[in-house]
């Protein structure tokens, strides 16, 4: 198994862009004209954040290898973006600013939690 290289980039779970190292990398599909020479490969990697030893699923599909072009999605943990159906926008908003600072900076994560409760405040009708 081939060496996988750390990425640079922001943690779903802690939100702190930090270094996230390969573990694993299994690939899914490949195909095209060139049996040795592939134009189109769908790959998983498992990847781990040093920062809170959370693990992450990809999904990167190269649709032309040389051309470097990639599409890439998580599988796990999935976006929290989804269970935020029908929640209203400044209430989602204040929530994700309150979780995007949790794990860095206690004391903004508790204004931010002040403002999540005001929000909710303000679209149940009892802010002011
Ligand atoms: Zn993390």
Request: hydrophobic residues 35%.
């Amino acid at each position: 198994m081939s060496e996988i290289p750390s990425v640079v980039d922001v943690c779903p779970h802690c939100h702190q862009r930090t270094a996230l190292e390969g573990k694993a990398k299994v690939v899914k599909a490949k195909g095209g004209d060139n049996y040795h020479e592939p134009y189109w490969v769908e790959h998983w990697e498992l990847r781990q954040c040093v920062s809170c030893g959370q693990p992450i699923l990809r999904e990167t599909l190269f649709v032309d290898i040389d051309e470097g072009d990639a599409s890439e999605k998580t599988l796990f943990p999935t976006p929290t973006r989804g269970s935020m159906a029908g929640i209203p926008e400044s209430v989602a908003k204040a929530y994700e600013a309150a979780r995007s600072v949790q794990s860095i900076e206690p004391n903004a994560y508790a204004v931010l939690v002040g403002r999540l409760l005001e929000a909710i405040a303000v679209e149940q009708g009892l802010g002011g």
